[in-house]
T-cell receptor, first 110, second 111 residues
Framework: DGGITQSPKYLFRKEGQNVTLSCEQNLNHDAMYWYRQDPGQGLRLIYYSQIVNDFQKGDIAEGYSVSREKKESFPLTVTSAQKNPTAFYLC?????????FGQGTRLTVV | EDQVTQSPEALRLQEGESSSLNCSYT??????LFWYRQDPGKGPEFLFT???AGEEKEKERLKATLTKKESFLHITAPKPEDSATYLCAVQSDNYGQNFVFGPGTRLSVLP
């Protein structure tokens, strides 16, 4: 089945730690995105990539980093510089004008 | 700057009670308007894309319409399984392939 796979589903981070969220797609889509969702708020764009080896910052990129070494993969690292990382993280990919989402990773700082 | 607002923030309906959700947008050069359904703890599920004013799309009990300033998601005779958060998003000339999302409307359908 084609789709977008995010892992893990739940992730716990200690203060000062970096953690990496995985996003893999087998839809052959060029564009991939990372969004953050907080309760009662819309999705906010963290980073996006239109093509392999290229990515741009979104609206809230501070404290996050990404890589796009393969078309299928777009991992997101939440660094210790992100002061309030507890949120629901969503990865998406798109071709033309439709975006498809993974099932999300819920990150909690403990 | 592109903006998307949705109303109401939350809506409670009795099963069978039809209603509409609103998505208002301010963009420079609309490329597309999108509706998604999101269940708690899950990723958004694509419903519709609308490209130009006057366009309508239907799927089961849902019908989406588009004007030059807003979109409506009409829900006819809803069932409890229609309970979810409905998200609206736009693509525009300002942001190319990126999407700007509204905050969503949380719909509850009571049996």
């Amino acid at each position: 089945d084609g789709g977008i796979t995010q892992s893990p589903k739940y992730l716990f981070r200690k203060e000062g730690q970096n953690v990496t969220l995985s996003c893999e797609q087998n839809l052959n889509h060029d564009a991939m995105y990372w969004y953050r969702q907080d309760p009662g708020q819309g999705l906010r764009l963290i980073y996006y990539s239109q093509i392999v080896n290229d990515f741009q910052k979104g609206d809230i990129a501070e404290g996050y980093s990404v890589s796009r070494e393969k078309k299928e993969s777009f991992p997101l690292t939440v660094t210790s510089a992100q002061k309030n990382p507890t949120a629901f993280y969503l990865c998406a990919s798109s071709i033309a004008s439709e975006a498809f989402f993974g099932q999300g990773t819920r990150l909690t700082v403990v | 700057e592109d903006q998307v607002t949705q109303s109401p923030e939350a809506l409670r309906l009795q099963e069978g009670e039809s209603s509409s959700l609103n998505c208002s947008y301010t963009v420079s050069g609309l490329r597309g308007l999108f509706w998604y359904r999101q269940d708690p703890g899950k990723g958004p599920e694509f419903l519709f894309t609308l490209y130009s004013a006057g366009e309508e799309k239907e799927k089961e009990r849902l019908k989406a319409t588009l004007t030059k300033k807003e979109s409506f998601l009409h829900i006819t005779a809803p069932k409890p399984e229609d309970s979810a958060t409905y998200l609206c998003a736009v693509q525009s000339d300002n942001y190319g392939q990126n999407f700007v999302f509204g905050p969503g409307t949380r719909l509850s359908v009571l049996p």
